[in-house]
């Protein structure tokens, strides 16, 4: 089975500060990585997504991730934030093979200006 | 595309009544899933469609709900009869990709059940 954990529930930051959120995984096979973003009252948007090659993935408005293999951990960072990054964040696997994407439980990241 | 969209956007239901959460997949897509998410228990994939065809639906809680597709380009989930702890909110994503890597939401219908 895969699960997914993010470790922090709420991040608050400070305006132009770096963040990390955190997520590692448990899986005994090859797995794809994401990220995804939502916004209040709003679905979820993809972030970022690791599939292959390069163990740092560039995502949108500033984000990137590393995949960690040794660790089984996919943090997410951004050297400087904004208060429009105020949002909640989901780590997710899907497992090589099939379809079903585990979503962690998220991470709500508070932006004070 | 003006992406997945769902509907209604809020649902406020009482108890034992009969609720159909309705879905527009992206045109084009192949793949169509239905997901709840409460501050519990987080986003939890209800079932999953690959080509109109329910392929996984281990996620449903129990017979009360039930999920169709009849065509490529509508899905509903229904919930009969439904109960307070159903109330969350209930997104419908679809993807192009098989191997569903990467996944467009919709914005979710808030389902309330007093």
Same mark, same amino acid.
């Given at each position: 089975?895969?699960s997914?954990?993010?470790?922090?529930?709420?991040?608050?930051?400070?305006?132009?500060? &770096? @963040?990390?959120?955190?997520?590692?995984?448990?899986?005994?096979?090859?797995?794809?990585?994401?990220? $995804?973003?939502? $916004? &209040?009252?709003?679905?979820?948007?993809?972030?970022?997504? $690791?599939?292959?090659?390069?163990?740092?993935?560039?995502? =949108?408005?500033?984000?990137?991730?590393?995949?960690?293999?040794?660790?089984?951990?996919?943090?997410?960072?951004? &050297?400087?934030?904004? =208060?429009?990054?105020?949002?909640? $964040?989901?780590?997710? @696997?899907?497992?090589?093979?099939?379809?079903?994407?585990?979503?962690? =439980?998220?991470?709500?990241?508070? @932006? =004070? &200006? | 595309?003006?992406?997945?969209?769902?509907?209604?956007?809020h649902?406020?239901?009482?108890?034992?009544?009969?609720?159909?959460?309705?879905?527009?997949?992206?045109?084009?897509?192949?793949?169509l899933?239905?997901?709840?998410?409460?501050?519990?228990?987080?986003?939890?994939?209800?079932?999953?469609?690959?080509?109109?065809?329910?392929?996984?639906?281990?996620? *449903?809680?129990?017979?009360?709900?039930?999920?169709?597709?009849?065509n490529?380009?509508f899905?509903?989930?229904?919930?009969?009869?439904?109960?307070?702890r159903?109330?969350?909110?209930?997104?419908?994503?679809?993807?192009?990709k098989? *191997?569903?890597?990467?996944?467009?939401?919709?914005?979710?219908?808030?389902?309330?059940?007093?």
């Amino acid at each position: 089975a895969q699960s997914v954990t993010q470790l922090d529930s709420q991040v608050p930051v400070f305006e132009e500060a &770096p @963040v990390e959120l955190r997520c590692n995984y448990s899986s005994s096979v090859s797995v794809y990585l994401f990220w $995804y973003v939502q $916004y &209040p009252n709003q679905g979820l948007q993809l972030l970022l997504k $690791y599939l292959s090659g390069s163990t740092l993935v560039k995502g =949108i408005n500033g984000f990137e991730a590393e995949f960690n293999k040794s660790q089984t951990s996919f943090h997410l960072r951004k &050297p400087s934030v904004h =208060i429009s990054d105020t949002a909640e $964040y989901f780590c997710a @696997v899907l497992k090589g093979g099939y379809q079903k994407v585990t979503f962690g =439980i998220g991470t709500k990241l508070q @932006v =004070i &200006p | 595309d003006a992406g997945v969209i769902q509907s209604p956007r809020h649902e406020v239901t009482e108890m034992g009544q009969e609720v159909t959460l309705r879905c527009k997949p992206i045109s084009g897509h192949n793949s169509l899933f239905w997901y709840r998410q409460t501050m519990m228990r987080g986003l939890e994939l209800l079932i999953y469609f690959n080509n109109n065809v329910p392929i996984d639906d281990s996620g *449903m809680p129990e017979d009360r709900f039930s999920a169709k597709m009849p065509n490529a380009s509508f899905s509903t989930l229904k919930i009969q009869p439904s109960e307070p702890r159903d109330s969350a909110v209930y997104f419908c994503a679809s993807s192009l990709k098989e *191997m569903n890597t990467e996944a467009f939401f919709g914005q979710g219908t808030r389902l309330t059940v007093v």
